[in-house]
Nanobody, 120 residues
């Protein structure tokens, strides 16, 4: 079984920064993609940023130039560095990862989410 635990959320003023972390643990053989999603109240969950196992990154247009996704494969950890936060960045941020476990079965798992609140 593979689990993801996010951390780093909090309350910040507009223009501030936060760094989210997502640690994967359990019966991991390999992790392919890791990504961050967010869900604002009353809205659908949306993809914010993703990184492949080859460190190819992609971003939602709304966060390009402000957010940076990275990963440390040795630690099975993904990060989301967020600068220039805006009130519209408020929401619950979820980590997602896909890969293979030690039985070589594929997995696709979600973390429990971490709240990010940006005040104006």
């Amino acid at each position: 079984q593979v689990q993801l635990v996010e951390s780093g959320g909090g309350l910040v003023q507009a223009g501030g920064s936060l760094r989210l972390s997502c640690v994967a643990s359990g019966s991991i053989f390999s992790i392919n993609g890791m990504s961050w999603y967010r869900q604002a109240p009353g809205r659908q969950r949306e993809l914010v940023a993703a990184v492949t196992d080859g460190d190819i990154t992609s971003y939602a247009d709304s966060v390009k130039g402000r957010f940076t996704i990275s990963r440390d494969n040795a630690k099975n950890t993904a990060y989301l560095q967020m600068y220039g936060l805006k009130p519209e960045d408020t929401g619950v941020y979820y980590c997602n990862a896909d890969g293979r476990n030690t039985r070589f079965m594929t997995f696709n798992v979600w973390g429990q989410g971490t709240q990010v609140t940006v005040s104006s």
